[in-house]
């Protein structure tokens, strides 16, 4: 019987058909529908920025402090693939040590996060300050909001690597995992991109 | 009950409706009763809206309260009762269809249920604290001075359309990765091709109305400035959001009608359908193009009058899949041996009353024809015809087609044809007059109005009347039937696909062992095929 224990009930085993997973379909169809979320915020912060601009405020943001965030993302993003590779070994160790490493990480990311947000309001520039601040805030709170959840998430699996829970052939909670945060990452390089580059 | 009474295919106990249960049979009876609940609300509002409206005169209720009505009526025919009831004749049928026992995340599929009736219930109470009064799109900047209930409205629709969402994963996970051994995705049944299409379409544009009211929530509640013009926000920009998401949405409340409608007619013409794979490719067309003409809502806002055209060219374009699938269902009856039972009725009235929607949305996608009728009544009479004449009517085709196999009974067929007529004249009645009293210049969402369009409008409340009228013998027949209607067996209607294979209602695994598939869904008139269902 094909029962898995998530629930899945395919006992004819006919989830083989187009050779895809369900767990990780899934994960990327619900990615696609948060590439539309963001892409609605994304789309109210680039059309403020054009038709009612405030340069003052845009100059206080601070590239090189996010910049330095960026890094700590991208970086988290690498040791969950550290991680994801070392159950693929089989090595539970590891995957907890690249787990925990990927905490720390997001962990240090949303400090750098809510610290640029405390100077920025401490200079003026607020959610309800301007159309520039309401929608910089609501964007980078809503990617910050997404980062958070995934460290929780980071957290629940790690606990489950510590119960044994994974193995070199049961993998799929990390690697669908791993997608949700790459996803971020991928997110955070547009939203840095755009608003602190362009 | 018992396991072994339940195994058994026996009518299972109504207590499992009420809790968290993760069989997609009980989650698709659980959305098809609370949104027909639903239903009847949002007719309810339609009823006091057309008592208004008999004559002249603000009588029944003043400007602010008709705002009200209007916003709630629509609001809870398109989020709590057409798109959520699509999802649930998907749950209960989509994973029968293909030969599985169960959706792909079952968990998920009960979240999806359960997000419902909070939702609904929280829609309802904003009735008591100010309900939501900007229309169903929630334009600025009325939506924002609005009373608290508009809030309330928004944290409702975000919801479900979360709910929506999470449907959508679960539909088309299941579909590309549970098909039964040898169907392949040009052996799907049409239903499953619709909800395929629906679903890709729910993934792209409902979360930007999750932005959107995200925006609007934000601004009511913490006071950030996206559409507060003085500061630089933009109503505009609040259209393009909303509309990205609401045009797609009409598309996700025709495409799983339409592909019922697919299901209904070879039954009871005894023939192939006519043009499958043109049917499912023209479905995904649809719900492609669909993506891409929102702003044909927006012709009269002041947009850049260039920019109207190729959506204007766009939005027509849609009519050719859409004629398509409506000559291939002409085909498929023609020379059929047609058995004129209810859902056949209703799928016929289906081509009829859709076939003058789809028409007066050409009409409208012409940028001339529509700065004169945007926001009159034309619009109003085309969308009803459209939703009402088509979705409603597959509903209906959809509920007594599947009523033998949910419940195991078989309904009464004079009343079904009874509901069927009342329905029909019921609903041609109310809406044929109101394109006069557009093309006459009636304005939209106006509790008072001029004097000639009296006729038209008391024409429509009679209608509306007999319309109102006209659930009564279906939910007489539903609860009457459903409780001691005769037994259906397997397959009452003979019918080729995978959920007539197995009991009604099907054992709580669906199907004893995996199907094989020896023919097609629509392989009518085939005399090998004949001789295999003769004993169903």
Known sequence: MGTHATGYKDPFNSGKALGLNHTKLGMWLFLASEVMFFGGLLSAFLHYRVSAPAPVEDALLDITLVGINTFILLTSSFTVVLGFGSIQAGNVKRLGFFLGATIVLGVLFLSGQVYEFYSLTQEGLTLTSSVFGSSFYTLTGFHGLHVFVGILWASYVLLGALRGKYSSESTIGVEVFGLYWHFVDIVWIVLFTLIYLI | ?536
């Open chain 2, 1 to 536: 009950m018992s396991v072994q009474a339940e195994a058994m295919g026996q009518k299972p106990t109504w207590r499992k409706y009420l809790s968290w249960n993760t069989d997609h049979k009980v989650i698709g009876v659980q959305y098809i009763v609370t949104t027909f609940l639903f239903f009847v609300i949002g007719g309810a509002l339609a009823m006091v809206i057309r008592a208004e409206l008999a004559q002249p005169g603000s009588d029944i209720v003043n400007g602010v309260e008709y705002n009200r009505l209007l916003t709630n009526h629509g609001s809870v025919m398109i989020f709590l009762w057409i798109i959520p009831i699509m999802a649930g004749f998907a749950n209960y049928v989509l994973p029968l269809m293909i030969g599985a026992q169960d959706m792909a995340f079952p968990n998920l599929n009960a979240l999806s249920f359960w997000l419902i009736p909070p939702a609904g219930i929280i829609m309802m109470t904003s009735f008591f604290v100010g309900a939501a009064e900007s229309g169903w799109t929630t334009y600025v900047p009325l939506s924002l001075t609005a009373p608290f209930g508009q809030t309330l409205w928004a944290v409702s629709v975000l919801l479900l359309g979360m709910s929506s969402i999470i449907g959508a994963v679960n539909f088309v996970t299941t579909t590309l990765t549970m098909r039964t051994k040898g169907m392949g995705f040009w052996d799907m049944p049409l239903f499953v091709w619709s909800m395929l299409a629906t679903s890709l379409m729910i993934l792209i544009a409902t979360p930007m109305l999750t932005a959107g009211l995200v925006l609007i929530a934000m601004d009511r509640v913490v006071g950030t400035l996206f559409f507060v013009v003085q500061a630089g926000g933009d109503p505009i920009f609040w259209q393009n959001i909303f509309w990205f998401y609401s045009h797609p949405a009409v598309y996700i409340m025709i495409l799983p009608a339409m592909g019922i409608i697919s299901e209904v007619i070879p039954v009871f013409s005894r023939k192939p359908i006519f043009g499958y794979k043109a049917i499912a490719i023209s479905s995904m067309a649809i719900s492609i193009l669909g993506l891409l003409v929102w702003a044909h809502h927006m012709f009269t806002s002041g947009m850049n009058p260039a920019l109207r055209v190729p959506y204007m060219i766009t939005s027509m374009i849609i009519a050719v899949p859409t004629g398509i699938k409506i000559f291939s269902w002409l085909a498929t009856m023609w020379d059929g041996k047609l058995e004129l039972k209810t859902p056949m009725l209703f799928a016929i009235g289906f081509l009829a009353m859709f076939l003058i929607g789809g028409l007066t949305g050409i009409f409208l996608a012409a940028i001339p024809i529509d700065l004169h009728v945007h926001d009159t009544y034309f619009v109003v009479a085309h969308l009803h015809y459209v939703l009402f004449g088509g979705s409603v009517s597959a509903v209906y085709a959809g509920l007594y087609y599947w009523f033998p196999k949910i419940t195991g009974r078989k309904y009464n067929e004079p009343l079904g044809k009874a509901h069927f007529w009342m329905n029909f004249i019921g609903a041609n009645l109310t809406y044929l007059p109101l394109f006069l009293a557009g093309l006459l210049g009636m304005p939209r969402r106006v509790a008072d109005y001029s004097p000639e369009f009296a006729t038209a409008n008391m024409l429509a409340t009679i209608g509306a009347i007999i319309l109102g009228a006209s659930t009564l013998p279906f939910l007489y027949n539903a609860i009457v039937s459903w409780a001691r209607g005769p037994k259906a067996g397997d397959n009452p209607w003979r019918a080729l696909t995978l959920e007539w294979t197995t009991t009604s209602p099907p054992p709580e695994n669906n199907f004893d062992s995996p199907p094989v598939l020896t023919h097609g869904p629509y392989d009518y008139g085939d005399p090998i095929v004949q001789l295999e269902n003769q004993t169903s």
